[in-house]
């Protein structure tokens, strides 16, 4: 059974720093391209931050370029996202999400709600 379980999230000032994250089990997390997603109200889920599967690239979102840092561990099968410099508009529900070519997107966990104030 898939299992992506979230944690880390918190209530941060602006300027303050989280780090996120996802437990993965019930399939071979090394072999999956891993993403962190997040959800404000009222609008669509976005791709924040990831590392393929395979090649290891790791790409960001414009808006967190510089601020954010999303880390792998396969031995652990977990997955990071070191959040610093956080503005009120990272805001939202974090989702890790995993996929692969011909598995798609695999279920989703729960989420972490971050909420930054100003």
């Known amino acids: 059974q898939v299992r992506l379980v979230e944690s880390g999230g918190g209530r941060v000032q602006f300027g303050g720093s989280l780090r996120l994250s996802c437990v993965a089990s019930?399939?071979?997390?090394?072999?999956?391209?891993m993403n962190w997603y997040r959800q404000t109200s009222g609008k669509e889920r976005e791709l924040v931050a990831g590392?393929?599967?395979?090649?290891?690239?790791?790409n960001y979102a414009e808006s967190v370029k510089g601020r954010f840092l999303v880390s792998r561990d396969n031995s652990m099968n977990t997955l990071y996202l070191q959040m610093n410099s956080l503005r009120p508009a990272d805001t939202g529900v974090y989702y890790c999400?995993?996929?692969?070519?011909?598995?798609?997107?695999?279920?989703w966990g729960q989420g972490t709600q971050v909420t930054v104030s100003s």
């Open positions: 999400g995993a996929c692969r070519a011909h598995y798609g997107l695999l279920p």
């Open positions: 019930g399939f071979t997390f090394s072999r999956f391209t």
């Open positions: 590392i393929t599967w395979p090649g290891g690239r790791i």
